[in-house]
Every structure is written in structure tokens, then in C-alpha cells.
T-cell receptor, first 114, second 114 residues
């Protein structure tokens, strides 16, 4: 079974802090994704990566950056956390097929910025 | 651009009753369609997917969905719900060739009453 592991389940940070959310997958998937989930808004794509050191902006990249130095690890970085970034963050991975393929999700990191 | 609408924010059904969750999509060509379920405190789990072929798709946990091109719909059904089906359900649409991102709907929260 594919396992996508997010390093923290809950995180509380202060406004202005630099925040790192880590995600690791163990199935050698090429694609990795970061989504943000908010009530009434569903899941919105922040960034995705289809290969090591490759990244593309999703629908809401402002205020975020990402890093993918190894195939299995995809990090989401909040350069200067703000209260409007309080949310549930979901990492996902999938195989590279050239078309949309099912995503495998981690259990999420609930981030609170105070 | 592709989009997904889940018109029902919250649905309540009695245990043992039938269930239908609605999903409408907007996409110019043949879409790839997915239903995911999210139990409280968990990530999203794939229930079923439609890529092509038979328009009635069977998934896990006794769920099925029917692709209706004429109505741009992909509704999720279950003949008899169990208390453990209480969760949030997300419909998602993807594309073939060249785009491996999924666009998610805003979700439908399902409550089961005894």
C-alpha cells in the first residue's frame, strides 16, 4: 500500500515565523502535490512537482514555496506565516502517467497561525 | 478550465437508506472523474474512478457512480448506508494527456442517523 506521511499532525506557529511542512512517500511516485483544505472551499492546489527539483504553481501559490530535493520528499514552506494561512494542509502523490491518475493522500497537517 | 460542483453541502440519511451524492463537472473533452472520501481526522481515500468505457463504475465499500455525459454528472450512489459511511465526500475531475492535476469540488458532508 502507498504510504504518504506528513511529519506533523498539528502545528501552532506565530505570525511571521518561517514554517516547514514535510511530506514523504514510499512508493517511488514521480508526482507530489500540496493542497490546502478549508471549509466550504474544498481542496485547492498550492504547488505540485512532477520530478526532483521541478515544481509548478497551482491555483493559490502566493505566500508559499516548495522544495523537492529527493524524489520521496516534498516540503511546503511558508516564508512568513500569516493568520490567513491557518488551515489543513494535505500532501498527495501519484504515478506519472501523462494523464490524471489517482492521488494518494497523507493524513494532513492542521496548522494554526496565531 | 475544468471545474466541479457539488451542490449539496450537507446531507443527512438514516442508516439503511439509499444515498445519492451529486457531482457536476465542466470540461470540454472527456473527463477523468474521481470520488474520494475523508473520514474525520484523516486524509482522502479513493472510492472509485472513471476514465473510459462502462459508464457505471463500481468502487470500494459498496459505492458506485454513473457517468452521464449528457448531464455532465458523475453522481455517487450506495443502496444502503452504514453508520461508518459518515464522512465528507469529494468529487474531482482531471484530464487526459499533459495535465496530471485534479480539480476538486467543495465536498458534501454526510451524516447518518440511527
Amino acid at each position: 500500500d502507498v504510504k504518504v506521511t506528513q511529519s506533523s499532525r498539528y502545528l501552532v506557529k506565530r505570525t511571521g515565523e518561517k514554517v516547514f511542512l514535510e511530506c514523504v512517500q514510499d512508493m517511488d511516485h514521480e508526482n507530489m502535490f500540496w493542497y490546502r483544505q478549508d471549509p466550504g472551499l474544498g481542496l485547492r492546489l498550492i504547488y505540485f512537482s512532477y520530478d526532483v527539483k521541478m515544481k509548478e504553481k497551482g491555483d493559490i501559490p502566493e505566500g508559499y514555496s516548495v522544495s523537492r530535493e529527493k524524489k520521496e520528499r516534498f516540503s511546503l514552506i511558508l516564508e512568513s506565516a500569516s493568520t490567513n494561512q491557518t488551515s489543513m494542509y494535505l500532501c498527495a502523490s501519484s504515478t506519472r502517467t501523462g494523464r490524471s491518475s489517482p492521488l494518494h493522500f497523507g493524513n494532513g497537517t492542521r496548522l494554526t497561525v496565531t | 478550465a475544468q471545474s466541479v460542483t457539488q451542490p449539496d453541502i450537507h446531507i443527512t440519511v438514516s442508516e439503511g437508506a439509499s444515498l445519492e451524492l451529486r457531482c457536476n463537472y465542466s470540461y470540454g473533452a472527456t473527463p477523468y472523474l474521481f470520488w474520494y472520501v475523508q473520514s474525520p481526522g484523516q486524509g482522502l481515500q479513493l472510492l472509485l474512478k472513471y476514465f473510459s468505457g462502462d459508464t457505471l463504475v463500481q468502487g470500494i465499500k459498496g459505492f458506485e457512480a454513473e457517468f452521464k455525459r449528457s448531464q455532465s454528472s458523475f453522481n455517487l450512489r450506495k443502496p444502503s448506508v452504514h453508520w461508518s459511511d459518515a464522512a465528507e465526500y469529494f468529487c474531482a475531475v482531471g484530464r487526459d494527456f499533459g495535465n496530471e492535476k485534479l480539480t476538486f469540488g467543495t465536498g458534501t458532508r454526510l451524516t447518518i442517523i440511527p
